[in-house]
């Protein structure tokens, strides 16, 4: 299996940036669907943003459609979430998974994907 360590987070006001990172250890990396999760404090893991193997595809949660861009570069092993307009539900701790497995649908779901992260603490404060 791929490991996987993130970087990035951090504490940031309403309406700012943060870029996020993760990088991934193997030789394997452009055959892994690559996603980013978020949980926050007494909810579910939930789905952010995903993009496949070779990236030209990328999908989003509609509540970061528009303000967040995932995107990797599979010659650094990296698959990165860039946010923008952040807001105070944004806050949470930020995974990142990869998934060998193949899917005729985006990969949306924390069961779709077989390697974490130990994930990375985004704060939005108002």
């Known amino acids: 299996q791929v490991q996987l360590v993130e970087s990035g987070g ?4 309403v309406g700012g940036s ?3 990172s993760c990088a991934a250890s193997g030789r394997t990396f452009s055959s892994y669907t690559m996603g980013w999760f978020r949980q926050a404090p007494g909810k579910e893991r939930e789905f952010v943003a995903t993009i496949t193997r070779s990236g030209p595809n990328t999908y989003y949660a509609d509540s970061v459609k528009g303000r967040f861009t995932i995107s990797r570069d599979n010659t ?12 105070t539900e944004d806050t949470a701790v930020y ?13 949306d779901r924390p069961t779709d994907f077989g390697s974490w992260g130990q994930g990375t603490q985004v704060t939005v404060s108002s």
Do not use: E, H, I
């Not at 650094?76 to 807001?87: G, I």
């Not at 995974?95 to 990969?107: D, G, L, Q, T, V």
């Open 10 to 13: 951090g504490l940031v006001q």
């Open 18 to 20: 943060l870029r996020l």
């Open 76 to 87: 650094k092993n990296t698959v990165d979430l860039q946010m923008n307009s952040l807001k």
């Open 95 to 107: 995974y990142c998974a990869a998934s060998r497995n193949m899917y005729f649908r985006p990969a």
